[in-house]
């Protein structure tokens, strides 16, 4: 029985000293590093359309805010960074927002970053992510016309500098 003790005792001890290796969090990955956009499509369907056209590669956003990138701190607050380019006189250099990951990391919530998403609060899809980049899918429902909704879907993508 005594040495049956013993061997439990050693195997118990030694279980404990070894470490494990613990995954990464999302927000762990996005807290380490600026993200600049790289990629975005945008999928408009309302008012008898339903097209799909790349926005980020036609370059219909202004250069101010193709430049631009996000910054995610600790307690899920962050800035979205002007960079080189201001949009003009009193654009902040920069402009916070705060974030959240739900639904055990597939989902990415921003709220107050209006200028840089077209919306303020972006309820977004974690398409994607790893070290170096993630892949954002949102929903915007705008009323442009009276009694009409568009939908607008759009996909962006985001690398690490």
């Known amino acids: 029985m005594k040495q049956f003790a013993a061997a439990a005792f050693l195997l118990v001890t030694a279980l404990s000293c070894t470490k494990v290796e613990e995954p990464e969090m999302v927000q762990d990955k996005l807290r380490n590093g600026k993200w600049r956009q790289t990629a975005g499509t945008v999928r408009f369907q309302g008012r008898g359309i339903d097209s799909t056209s790349n926005y980020f590669a036609d370059s219909v956003l202004p250069v101010c805010i193709m430049d631009d990138y996000l910054v995610f ?15 003009g006189t009193g654009d902040p250099q920069e402009m916070p927002f705060t974030w959240e ?16 998403f ?30 009409v909704i568009d939908t607008l879907t759009y996909e962006n993508s985001y690398e690490k500098f």
């Not at 701190?73 to 949009?87: I, Q, T």
């Not at 398409?127 to 016309?145: A, D, H």
């Open 101 to 116: 990951v739900k639904e055990a990391g597939n989902k990415l919530n921003i709220f107050n970053a209006r200028r840089y």
């Open 73 to 87: 701190k600790e307690n899920f607050s962050g800035l979205v960074n002007d960079a080189d380019f201001s949009c």
């Open 118 to 147: 077209q919306t303020h609060s972006v309820y977004g899809e974690l398409i994607e992510i790893s070290e170096s980049k993630f892949t954002l899918r949102y929903v915007v429902r705008e009323q442009t016309t009276p009694g």
